[in-house]
């Protein structure tokens, strides 16, 4: 194999698993660090340059980032990084005075963004201070999109997203509320420079057709109108006997905004198998604390309807049968179908983009599914003009893909606007490589590897919070566990640097890695023979090899990067300094602040 | 500086036949200097314990004084240990071998506390032929004291002040072969597939086993001109002959392809396998590995590898007739059978 080439800033960046994860590339590492140091402001602003919402975030985010922990490998539990976040958010200073200072010189640009939700605002965040005049619609009175209409308060308290969606406000957007957008003509007709689109995906999923669906739907909701009614106070009740269609994350807010609303036997039922689930763990097992059943593999087939009112559903039971290629059939066990009561019904089953709004003779491209044609590297449709991002460009994902898309737009708009290329004319992402080194065995980092446990953050009483739908659930970690929590990050981003020409071959690196990781061995002409030959066989092929070029004994150095602990015992253990801890810090380079 | 060594292993760490992965085997993280040869010794002593499905309770560790007595603090944390006092390791060996015949004496000493202060321990543990296994950590120099060239360091040999060495070395292979060890061998520190084989036969030897292992100190000699660096080593360093230890009862299916292939039956049907290099030698002939040392020598070579064996010695225990249970282990009946048998005893001797 070749020598890797680790001045490719995507080799050390990939071994930052959870910041690699991150579709917004969120420096994790280095934030935590700065919340163990007590640091909460600079940490806050960290995650506020890259992900914008980061008390949001801290509170709601799908966490793509946990998954991929390294903790994950080695330990029982990742790293309880999303709840971190919030302990930054919480315990901040000022931070308004560190985020730029209006008012910015005008450059005369004018951009339109339809929807006020996370990828409009990361637009708005970083398009403002460059000088573009921006003009937010929403057809609902205030900023935040889904986030203020679907995530219920007590998981995301309004004062945490009014505070951070008016950090973005504040920088002289200029907002058009309540104000919905029926024509992309119209808008078009004005004199915008561009236009972006974070309209997100608001349909959500009925069973039409389905036997009662009429006659009961007095009380029959659709989830996400339904938790938008709540949110803006239409609703503030629901029956006793409630049943939420679906098994992901809005059935889940759904099942629990019913229990504060009045439901007292709220049940989920949901046709998949539990573990199957789209919903995150950890909102399955919130729902299941607040007493709401999860009914597994019952699929709906009538509303049943008595005198004019819904009473209930039937369901059929099924299993789930998986062919060869491991696609799964739901097939009916054979029982009769099961009656559930119900005073009313949520379904919360999906939910889908629509654009009934967008005349289709602007040179706008939708495809077969009704979907616009978008790049994926700069998110311009096919009008030049035109741009989307977040849940409208390519269906429901979540507000930390809304907010990297919205980066990434802002990027193109700010290019077209100055007549650059799109596509070619992208910043590199901001990268730095610094050793850690401080002394004989002393790093500027906390190399010691602790073994705690991952913590639990705490919950307020079930009594305060099933009857006030405001009160927040979770309390966040206090400081002491928080900097516990913190310690259990491992330093990803502290790169085990090698450098052949000063290597002895003295095999201290290989005894002392207390993970097997280091290997001396011949070369190989292929990677899968290579990763074989290793102390310990590499046999995570998601995870790179780090391959030396050719040491004085004609053999390699092979660091399988899987479970290194970043300890930096091979470093301390290394008399020449052929291996150097160095910190790798990759930021994804937004608008402006590219090296000129 | 880091004290601890994370708890984390490997997640797919392989288990031996007692159930223990390698990690069982591990010391104290080391405080030696960062990058001592002596620390790659410890490892290749936990790779070949844990490979021997060696229990670690049934190990008994020994050491004199110096950077190499340190070691056993360094690997087999669950095994018994004794540090005693500087080239006297020896002695204390004899004492427990004898009172408890049972368990695997490893002994770890330097070239200070085997070729200076402790020789006259050295050479009569090896005229005892004690079972013992003796590892020297052999740097050519006093590390702890600062780097003053040692009883082994070559004639000719520069150290780190620039100081050339006026006296010739004491090789220490060659005195023990000289003496009747039953088992040498010599190996370097820098080459771990030739080193834990080596460990491993040393442990299955019945009598005294001598591996005089080269380990460069990188502190104070491994400069240029030292004949201990790892450099130098590595350009003079010729092997007898390739090898593997091949347990009891276990198939042998090593592939050398051509040359001159030497089998060595240990007494417990075990086989060291070995793929000879060296001519005009042979394992099982002390006068030819005595040869093969001393051409060695004057080509300007470190010979390593299998030097001399005698798998069918008799140790200490069978010289003396001792018991074959161990002593620590005879009950009070046996050891005082009471004043009839001493009656018996007095009997025979009027």
């Known amino acids: 194999m070749k020598p890797t080439d680790i001045k490719d800033p995507e080799y050390f960046h990939k071994v930052v698993d959870c910041q690699y994860a991150c579709p917004a590339h969120t420096p994790v590492p280095e934030y935590i660090r700065l919340i163990a140091e007590g640091k909460y402001t600079e940490a806050y602003m960290i995650n506020w340059d890259s992900n914008v919402f980061p008390g949001i975030l801290g509170r709601t985010c799908d966490r793509p980032c946990e998954p991929a922990c390294r903790r994950g490998r080695i330990d029982e539990e990742p790293v309880a990084i999303c709840r971190l976040k919030r302990v930054c958010a919480d315990n901040k200073d000022d931070v308004k005075k560190l985020m730029p200072q209006g008012p910015f010189k005008t450059n005369g640009k004018k951009i339109a963004l339809l929807g ?88 959500g999923r009925d069973l039409p057709g389905m036997k009662g669906r009429d006659e009961g739907k007095a009380n029959i909701h659709i989830g996400i109108n339904w938790l938008g009614s709540v949110a803006f106070e239409h609703t503030n ?249 913190a310690e259990r990050c491992l330093n990803c981003d502290v790169q ?74 091979c470093a301390e253990r290394c008399p020449t300094s052929a291996w150097d801890m160095q910190k790798f810090f990759y930021n994804v380079t937004k608008v402006g602040k590219a090296c000129h | ?73 360094y690997f087999l944390s669950n095994s018994h240990g004794f540090n005693s006092v500087h080239g006297r390791m020896p002695s204390v060996a004899t004492g427990a071998n004898l009172a408890n015949r049972d368990l695997i004496y490893f002994g770890v000493s330097g070239d200070g506390d085997t070729a200076s202060i402790g020789m006259g321990q050295f050479v009569h543990v090896i005229r005892r032929n004690l079972n013992m296994i003796y590892i020297v950590m052999n740097n050519g120099c006093y590390g702890l004291t600062k780097g003053q060239d040692s009883a082994t360091a070559d004639n000719g040999s520069k150290n780190k002040t620039g100081q050339v060495n006026l006296f010739d070395s004491i090789d220490l292979a060659s005195l023990a072969i000289e003496l009747g060890s039953t088992f040498v061998a010599q190996s370097f520190s820098g080459d771990k597939t030739q080193l834990i084989p080596l460990i491993k036969a040393a442990i299955n030897h019945p009598g005294f086993a001598f591996i005089n292992v080269i380990s460069p100190c990188v502190t104070f000699n491994n400069n240029v001109g030292s004949t201990k660096s790892y450099d130098f080593v590595r350009e003079h360093v010729e092997a007898t002959a390739t090898m593997d230890f091949v347990p009891q009862m276990q198939e042998i299916s090593v592939n050398y392809g051509k040359g001159s292939q030497k089998q060595v039956k240990m007494h417990d049907g075990s086989v060291i396998q070995l793929h000879k290099l060296a001519e005009d030698w042979d394992p099982l002939d002390r006068q030819s590995a005595i040869n093969a040392v001393l051409n ?55």
């Open chain 1, 237 to 485: 009740k629901i029956g006793k006997t409630v049943i939420i269609l679906g098994g992901g994350n809005t059935a889940m807010d759904c099942c629990r905004t019913a229990r504060r609303l009045g439901g007292e036997n709220v049940k989920v039922i949901v046709r998949s198998p539990f573990a199957e689930m789209k919903a995150s763990p950890w909102e399955k097992e919130d729902a299941q604390h607040e007493d709401i059943p999860i009914i597994d593999n019952h699929v709906p087939t009538s509303f049943v309807v008595e005198n004019g009112k819904l009473t209930g559903m039937t369901f059929e039971k099924v299993h789930a049968v998986y062919d060869a290629a491991g696609k799964r059939k739901l097939v009916p066990i054979g029982e009769p179908d099961v009656f559930f009561p119900a005073d009313d019904v949520l379904v919360a089953i999906g939910q889908e983009n629509s654009f009934p709004w967008i005349e289709r003779d602007l040179g706008i491209e939708f495809d077969k599914w009704e979907m616009p044609v978008v790049n994926e590297k700069t998110f311009v449709s096919t009008n030049k003009k035109v741009f989307f991002g977040g849940d409208s460009a390519w269906g429901p994902k979540n507000v930390i893909t809304a907010v990297a898309h919205g980066h990434q737009a802002a990027i193109s708009i700010d290019l077209m606007c100055k007549e650059k290329d799109m596509a070619n004319d992208r910043p590199s992402p901001f990268v730095n490589l610094a050793s850690q080194k401080m002394g004989i065995h002393e790093w500027s980092y906390d190399s010691e590897v602790v073994n705690d446990l991952r913590y639990v953050v705490p919950q307020a009483d079930k009594k305060l919070t099933l009857t006030n739908r405001k009160k927040e659930v979770e309390l966040g970690f206090d400081l002491p566990t928080g900097f516990k929590e």
């Open chain 1, 116 to 203: 006020a939700g996370p990828a409009s605002l990361t637009v708005a965040k970083d398009l403002a201070p460059e000088g573009y005049e921006l003009h937010l619609y929403d057809e609902h009175k205030a900023g935040g999109g889904f986030m203020r209409s679907q995530i219920p308060s007590f998981r995301l308290p309004e004062t945490v997203l009014d505070e951070e969606v008016n950090y973005i406000l504040d920088l002289g957007i200029h907002t058009h509320f309540n104000h919905y957008v029926s024509s992309m003509k119209e808008i078009l007709a004005k004199d915008y420079e561009a236009i972006f689109v974070g309209t997100g995906a608001p349909k």
């Open chain 2, 296 to 350: 060695a020598k004057a080509k300007n070579e470190i010979l390593t590898g299998l030097l001399y064996v005698n798998p069918d010695c008799q140790d200490l225990h069978h010289l003396l007739q001792t018991s074959a249970t161990p002593l620590n282990e005879l009950k009070k009946d046996v050891l005082c059978p009471g004043s009839e048998m001493l009656k018996e005893i007095n009997a025979d001797l009027r």
């Open chain 2, 1 to 73: 500086m880091t004290y601890v060594r994370p708890k984390f292993r490997h997640p797919e760490l392989v288990k031996n036949k007692l159930g223990y992965t390698v990690d069982y085997y591990e010391g104290a993280l080391s405080t030696l200097c960062a990058g001592c040869g002596h620390d790659s010794i410890s490892a290749g002593v936990v790779q070949a314990c844990f490979e021997m499905n060696i229990e670690p309770h049934r190990l008994a560790k020994l050491s004199g004084i110096g950077c190499s007595s340190k070691t056993p603090a």
């Open chain 1, 496 to 569: 085990t640097v090698f450098t052949e020409s000063k290597c002895i071959e003295c095999d201290a690196c290989v005894d002392i890695c207390p993970t097997a990781c280091i290997t001396f061995t011949e070369n190989a002409e292929e990677e899968s023979d290579l990763r074989n030959m290793l102390k310990q066989p590499a046999k995570n092929k998601t995870q790179d090899i780090y391959v030396s070029g050719i040491l004085p004994t004609k053999r390699i150095m092979v660091k399988d990067e899987d479970v290194c602990l970043h300890c930096g015992l």
